[in-house]
């Protein structure tokens, strides 16, 4: 059982003690790969102390040699053998490390022992998962053991959902500032964005599917607005998230449903949750693709509501989701260099509320990322919550549990992420 709300460890002091600063689990695939890359062009020279990790060591060594191209130091980075289903494997990995960051997924097929180890040996943990099931079994067989051990398990480090969760509380902390005053509603509308799929998250969607054929309980989860909140706290003034078209006045467009909704919503409301309500019991929070005002409007808005809906039922049946398979990019595969640079996205965020005095307010932000979402934007995300964790874990607020970005990062990782190129801001 896990606590309510702000509990926790109390935070751990870091020494050097472990051998290894951050461990990437899972660096022969493709965004691990990217992963690594972007730590070697933007701490290939610094302390950092990373090791690469997962099963193939004649992968590694590939990756490694590539690496060493890009920074000369990185051709000696130790290497690691782990598999997934070997526990005793992850303990290793887990004991020498201050940080394991992981990119193998399905995390409900692959993650779970790695989580485990982490806990047990006080060793933080980030990850991409976007598998909200995966995460409600994390909390529910970790949460309290970690908050023992001062473990800081941290999912959703990507675009799902620190976007969501970072500009929410960037947007908080400014009502609280400006206001006295938390905002009661947020609405997160994804504007402009480009980017593609890597046969890694096609293979999390569908191993989604697979589990919901297996067991229909799995369904009260991912269906749940409150899923990932503590026990005794899973209810709110949120319902369903967004599955048709809506006008919305605040913007002046049409809108449809955002896919990544269905993780990223149960994120924010599990910091509300863990900061002891800071939000507010009542707050409410909503994540949708706006378009355009108009017919255009309307009509894009539902193309991409009938496509999200069609997708999902081919996904589920066989001759369909055999089709999908073999259009869509297998395990490995993802978009070019090129594509990525190519690649952006641009959030917008309504927050309202009443101020201390009475007053209604509203506030504006946005957070932009100018690389594809998924994967460039991804990568550094992730690669500098793994920094985060290792080198500004003793100035960390937070002790241990099964956290969010924003409740064990915050504003440190906020900081970070501007400082490597992506826009947080409140916009006037």
Request: hydrophobic letters at 35%.
């Amino acid at each position: 059982m896990e606590s309510k709300a702000n509990g926790g460890s109390p935070r751990r002091l870091r020494d050097r003690s472990r051998p290894h600063d951050v461990v990437l689990f899972g660096a022969t695939g493709f965004t691990g790969e990217l992963v690594a890359e972007y730590l070697a062009e933007h701490y290939g020279d610094s302390d950092l102390r990373l090791a690469l990790a997962g099963r193939s060591k004649a992968k590694l060594e590939k990756v490694r040699e590539r690496l060493g191209r890009i920074r000369p130091s990185y051709a000696e980075l130790p290497i690691l053998i782990a598999d997934s289903y070997d526990r005793a494997s992850l303990d290793r990995v887990a004991a020498d490390a201050s940080v394991v960051c992981t990119t193998v997924g399905p995390y409900d097929k692959y993650g779970a022992e790695l989580v485990a180890a982490c806990v047990e040996h006080a060793t933080d943990y980030c990850d991409l998962t976007g598998e909200t099931q995966f995460i409600r079994r994390m909390i529910d067989a970790h949460h309290a053991r970690a908050e023992e051990t001062g473990a800081r398990i941290v999912h959703c480090c990507g675009f799902d959902s620190i976007p969501s969760d970072l500009g929410s509380l960037m947007l908080q902390d400014h009502a609280f500032e400006k206001h006295g005053a938390p905002c009661s509603e947020i609405k997160f509308f994804a504007g402009k964005t480009r980017g593609g799929f890597s046969g890694g998250t096609v293979a999390s969607m569908f191993n989604v599917v697979d589990e919901v054929k297996r067991d229909r309980s799995v369904l009260k989860v991912l269906g749940h607005p409150y899923a990932l909140n503590p026990e005794g706290e899973r209810k709110g003034p949120d319902g369903s998230d967004q599955r048709g078209v809506r006008y919305d006045a605040d913007i002046g467009a049409w809108t449809a449903p955002f896919i990544m909704a269905a993780i990223n919503t149960r994120i924010v409301r599990r910091s509300n949750a863990l900061l002891g309500f800071r939000y507010g019991r009542d707050f409410r929070y909503s994540e949708v693709m706006s378009l355009f005002p108009g017919a255009k409007g309307l009509a894009m808005a539902a193309g991409v509501a009938a496509g999200l809906t069609g997708f999902m039922l081919a996904g589920a049946v066989g001759p369909t989701r055999s089709l999908l398979e073999k259009k869509l990019p297998k395990p490995g595969e993802g978009p070019s260099r090129e594509e990525r640079e190519r690649g952006f996205f641009e959030i917008h965020l309504l927050g309202s509320g009443v101020a201390k005095d009475g007053k209604p307010f509203k506030l504006r932000g946005r957070v932009v990322g100018t690389s594809d979402p998924g994967y460039g934007e991804t990568a550094k995300m992730l690669g500098e919550s793994a920094v985060c964790l290792a080198q500004d874990g003793a100035e960390l607020s937070r002790g241990g549990g099964i956290l969010t970005p924003a409740t064990a990062m915050g504003a440190t990782l906020t900081q970070r992420l501007r400082k490597a190129g992506m826009t947080f801001e409140l916009v006037d």
